[in-house]
């Protein structure tokens, strides 16, 4: 059965939760609920989507470019297609935020593979998804949603994609493709 994306996924090294929202063609929402601490994700940027940040409770920090940004509850920071950007939580008290991206395009099948991943536990010391099999799993979809890492050029990162599209092959990785999405 496909991974419920409406479901708490809870991120055992990091504590953090994810949980889908809404769904429009207009808009993709999850909840991100992260605990005190310093939850830096890798930065990295969407060539096709904005994503808004909207803070429910605590406070986020996030670089655009470079720039530091700081949003408390009731606020939102709004990060334009193709910036460069990561988002990290407030590490005095807990961080309920609504992000938001815009458009919508396959951003649930995204997270599907993602809370797939979490749930099962493919994640490295600091707890990210495993990036090679998550590689897969967009190469297999076609993304359109994808987001690339901001250090890695678009082309390089194509071939990254096609590399791990042809490892995850060999390695049976459909399997778990089909199990989070179908």
Known sequence: MATNIYDRCTNPVTGETFKAVSQTAYAFTIQWIAQP???RHLEHLHDYQDEIIHIKKGEARVLIDGKEHIAGAG???I???????????NKNEELDAWVEYRPALDQERVYQCYNGLINDG???????????????MLKKMKCKAMARPASIPAPAFKLALNLYYLIGGLK??????EKYTK
């Open 37 to 39: 601490g310093d939850h």
């Open 79 to 89: 990060i334009t297609r193709g910036k460069s950007h990561v988002a990290f939580s």
């Open 122 to 136: 493919y994640l490295d010391k600091n707890g990210s998804v495993n990036a090679p099999m998550m590689c897969y």
């Open 172 to 177: 049976g990785w459909d399997k778990l493709y």
């Open 75 to 77: 606020e939102k920071v």
